[in-house]
């Protein structure tokens, strides 16, 4: 496990050791990660919903795929050729 040290001012320090006796945390380390853990859950639940409501999905099928693969494939040879041409 990875460490990362922070820095509080006193009143912040107050605060979270008494989030960890009020919270049943035993250390200020677990009451930290439980904040990070949350914070990346939020994250996660804002992008699927953000995906969710884009708009209508696509079907990923097999000519979707081989058209994305064309145009790939297309772009990577018009990029080489540029390339090409200021050499």
Same mark, same amino acid.
């Given at each position: 496990?990875?460490?990362?040290? +922070? ?9 979270? $050791? ?6 049943? #945390?035993?250390?200020?380390?677990? #009451? ?8 990346? /859950? $939020? ?17 990923? $099928? ?7 693969? *064309?145009?790939?494939? *297309? *772009?990577? *040879?018009? /990029?080489?050729?540029?390339? +090409?041409? /200021?050499?």
């Amino acid at each position: 496990m990875a460490t990362l040290n +922070i820095s509080l001012p006193d009143s912040l320090r107050e605060f979270v $050791d008494k989030q960890v006796a009020k919270g049943g #945390y035993s250390t200020a380390s677990e #009451y930290m990660r439980e904040l990070v853990r949350k914070a990346a /859950r $939020d994250s996660l639940e804002a992008k699927l919903l953000e995906g969710l409501n884009s708009g209508p999905g696509i079907v990923a $099928d097999d000519k979707f795929w081989a058209e994305r693969r *064309a145009k790939l494939i *297309a *772009a990577h *040879a018009n /990029r080489s050729k540029s390339k +090409i041409h /200021r050499a």
